[in-house]
Nanobody, 124 residues
């Protein structure tokens, strides 16, 4: 059974940093590209970033480029999202997703498995 479990969310002040993790089980992470999405109350799910299965290619939403960094450790079956210079508008539930294959993508329907999410709240 495929499971993606996010952790590391919390409350942080604007300008601060936070790292969230996504631990995968039931799949070989090195066969999947991975993405992070977020959803704020009353808003649609939004693409944040993605990384290819080797880690050699990444893709970021313009709203987080230069502030967020996605990385992965295939030996640990874990993907990370380092978030710096956080803003109140980054407040959302952050979910990781797995996409079989090597390409990175930003559309939700390209992903085959999803985690439940972790709450990130940025106070002003």
């Amino acid at each position: 059974q495929v499971q993606l479990v996010e952790s590391g969310g919390g409350l942080v002040q604007a300008g601060g940093s936070l790292r969230v993790s996504c631990a995968a089980s039931g799949l070989t992470l090195s066969s999947f590209s991975m993405g992070w999405f977020r959803q704020a109350p009353g808003k649609e799910r939004e693409f944040v970033c993605a990384i290819s299965k080797s880690g050699g290619s990444t893709l970021y939403a313009d709203s987080v480029k230069g502030r967020f960094t996605i990385s992965r450790d295939n030996a640990k079956n874990t993907v990370y999202l380092q978030m710096n210079s956080l803003k109140p508008e980054d407040t959302a539930v952050y979910r990781c997703a797995a996409r079989y294959g090597s390409s990175v993508g930003r559309r939700t329907n390209e992903y085959h498995a999803w985690g439940q999410g972790t709450q990130v709240t940025v106070s002003s």
